[in-house]
């Protein structure tokens, strides 16, 4: 919807939206995780003191709990993996 949509329609779709009530949103969503899971970062998945038998994935899955960031690229820096194959 911008400007490329006419006034009308856009009058039309607000009306709309307005006609379907309050939003239900999930609490779940937005709430923030129980400090007692520690530095487990299984506790997350309802196993605690859990271990994948790989060391790679276990230390990436650290690295996501500890600084709550979960792109590739972060992993990749952090864990320093290249992505490509060094020159022969």
Not at 19 to 26: A, C, E, F, V
Not at 36 to 49: I, L, Q, R, S
Not at 68 to 81: E, F, M, N, P, V
Request: glycine share 8%; aromatic share 8%; hydrophobic share 30%.
């Amino acid at each position: 919807m911008g400007r490329s949509c006419p006034i009308s329609k856009w009058k039309t779709w607000c009306v709309s939206s307005r006609s379907q009530g309050t939003p239900d949103y999930l609490d779940a969503v937005t709430e923030e995780p129980d400090e007692d899971a520690g530095d487990d970062p299984y506790a997350v998945f309802g196993e605690g003191n859990g271990e994948s038998g790989d060391d790679l994935y276990d230390r990436a899955l650290a690295v996501v709990a500890r600084d709550k960031k979960a792109s590739t690229s972060y992993i990749q820096r952090r864990l320093q993996i290249a992505t490509t194959a060094p020159p022969p």
